[in-house]
């Protein structure tokens, strides 16, 4: 129980970070991701179609 309390005072305590802070951080690095996850998606699908190609031909 001491350790229990210890915790919630502590949380207590906490400053916790500011939502504009985190939601602006969060949308900047959203933002600069977004090219390079349109890049990964756009090689995931050219290499399943060529996995499908292959398949429908052994097949």
Request: proline share 3%; net charge negative.
């Amino acid at each position: 129980m001491a350790v229990a309390d210890a915790f919630r005072e502590a949380l207590a305590k906490a400053q916790p970070v500011a939502h504009e802070y985190f939601d602006s951080h969060l949308k900047a690095e959203i933002e600069a991701a977004k090219p390079d996850i349109i890049k990964w998606l756009a090689g995931l699908l050219i290499a399943q179609a060529a996995v499908v190609a292959a398949l429908v031909k052994l097949l």
